[in-house]
């Protein structure tokens, strides 16, 4: 376009000088070896804008011609390319539609001739998978990983389908050639948690944590969660071993998270399963502050004879009268003792503030120790309308 508006521009230009130039036509001589010409400078100067039109007209056929027979010959070529991007569009619809047996056989049929055939495995893995085809999927993942750039990639895909198919073994396999780490990806840090969660390797999961952190991948609420279920699992699991394996997993947990009353309590039963003694522990921390999981511990360790901790725990009367958690562990202590008038009153200021299925026959429990056999039934018959 631009150079037929120079082309034009020129043609006015004569026109518009060349009365001038009549006025003074000059003349042009040029002499090569034997050959002389001598023309007018009009002529002269016209001629040579026909000339370079008619080369430029004669490019114009040639490249015409090239490319005619260039693209005859590569023509069913280009016509491959444009079906297999016609079924790969229609894939990537029916991915949508999750129409799965419709997006599986387009994928494929647009990954032979495809501009990118790794990203039409990976989908036709991914419409297999929803299938439940196993066989066809790993078939499409182990073409797509022949792409050196997609193995991170198609590894993440087939851990991820691996577990969702339960074969934890295999997807453990496949995860540990992906070595989750901090500079991994977010995909692979995410699915390392899913994982290690399904194979209860509480220990794995605890390396990550941190990162897990770092990266905030999850809530605040949901990474607690997560260490919580973690710390725990790890503690009752030591608990069950021995005690240096219980004073090395205690020792794993942070400066904060040793204060924490849900391990404080756990330590501690471990310690009493080992013969070890942990009222000091337990006693310290209600100090200060009223604590569930410390009252459940001392209610399951306190004995008998421990008479001196069931004083400091009554010391603690007035301050914990209406906390829940401290009239269950004084009712247990004294039906431990014996001493069923006591744990009466005790189950009794339970019920009233939260009556349950358990506290409620605790109660009846009690009522029956006393020969109240009536009083027993009522309690019961509450608890079944529960």
């Known amino acids: 376009m631009i150079r037929a508006l120079i082309y034009l521009a020129i043609i006015l230009i004569g026109f518009c000088i060349s009365p001038f130039l009549v006025g003074n036509k000059g003349y042009l001589y040029i002499a090569i070896a034997d050959y002389q010409i001598e ?4 002529f002269a100067v016209i001629a040579i804008i026909v000339f370079y039109s008619l080369l430029q007209f004669f490019e114009f056929l040639l490249i015409f011609f090239l490319n ?25 619809l029916s991915l949508a539609e999750e129409d799965w047996e419709s997006a599986e056989k387009f994928m494929l049929k647009g990954a032979a001739k495809g501009e990118i055939p790794t990203l039409n495995f990976l989908a036709a893995a991914r419409a297999a998978q929803r299938q439940l085809h196993t066989k066809q999927r790993d078939i499409y993942l182990e073409k797509a990983e022949k792409d050196p750039a997609a193995r991170q990639a198609v590894t993440t895909t087939r851990t991820r389908y691996l577990l969702q198919q339960g074969d934890l073994t295999q997807a453990r396999i496949e995860l540990d050639k992906l070595a989750p780490t901090s500079k991994s990806k977010t995909a692979i840090l995410k699915l390392a948690v899913e994982l290690y969660q399904a194979q209860h390797d509480w220990q794995a999961l605890k390396l990550i944590l941190p990162i897990i952190k770092k990266k905030q991948l999850l809530t605040e609420f949901e990474f607690n969660q997560l260490a919580l279920k973690t710390n725990t699992q790890l503690l009752t699991a030591a608990a069950k071993v021995s005690l240096q394996e219980l004073e090395k997993c205690w020792h794993w947990l942070s400066r904060h998270e ?7 309590a756990l330590y501690a039963l471990g310690l009493a399963k080992h013969q070890q003694n942990a009222l000091a522990l337990l006693l310290k921390p209600i100090k200060t502050q009223a604590s569930t999981p410390i009252f459940d511990a001392l209610s399951q360790i306190i004995t008998k004879t421990d008479i001196e901790a069931h004083k400091q725990l009554m010391a603690l009367e007035s301050k914990y009268a209406d906390v829940l958690s401290y009239q269950c562990c004084i009712a247990t202590l004294y039906q431990k003792q014996d001493d069923f008038n006591n744990a009466k009153i005790w189950w009794q ?3 009233h503030q939260q009556e349950t299925k358990t506290f409620l026959a605790a109660l009846a429990f009690t009522h029956t120790q006393l020969g109240e056999p009536s009083r027993a039934l009522q ?6 309308e529960l």
């Open 39 to 42: 023309t007018s400078l009009v």
């Open 258 to 264: 040793r204060k924490q009353p849900e391990y404080i």
């Open 68 to 92: 005619l027979i260039i693209n005859s010959r590569y023509l069913p070529e280009r016509w491959r390319k444009n079906t297999a991007r016609k079924h790969t569009l229609s894939g990537a």
């Open 379 to 384: 309690v019961y018959q509450r608890a079944l």
């Open 349 to 351: 200021k339970v019920c």
